[in-house]
């Protein structure tokens, strides 16, 4: 069972469940029939290129690479069972949530995520501020 973290979008409150272990990550939403509004998952990555696929995946998602400091990089849209996303840009997390979810919070490129109400999101984002140096 994976752990999971409250953190905060645009004001809005959401329960993601953390992907850490390449084995979590490599699993991620596969094989769920079902993802409530409010919830998602955030998968840890190791900086670099980063690429999802939705190979029995049921669920339509939103998808946002994130980088440095929380900054949305590249957000996607994926549907079941089709389709591939990548972002070729230094990666340090992704953050799914259900399909729509970016539009009703108008996330944008470039926007920063805060990390204040998150621990989770805040050591994502303190990691790789400390690599950078």
């Not at 972002?87 to 204040?116: I, K, Q, R, W």
């Amino acid at each position: 069972m994976l752990s999971t973290e409250q953190i905060e979008l645009h004001g809005y409150p959401f329960t993601v469940e953390i992907a850490e272990t390449p084995e979590e990550r490599a699993k991620g939403l596969s094989g769920r029939k079902y993802l409530p509004n409010g919830t998602g998952m955030l998968f840890r990555m190791g900086g670099g290129p980063a690429q999802f696929h939705m190979r029995d995946t049921h669920i339509p998602l939103d998808i946002l690479y994130l980088g440095a400091g929380g900054v949305i990089l590249k957000k996607d849209r994926m549907y079941p069972y089709t389709g591939n996303s990548q972002c070729d840009n230094d990666v340090h997390s992704v953050l799914e949530l259900p399909l729509g979810t970016c539009d009703e919070l108008a996330l944008e490129v470039g926007d920063v995520l805060d990390a204040s109400s998150s621990s989770t999101l805040s050591e994502v984002i303190y990691e790789t501020l400390l690599a950078g140096r």
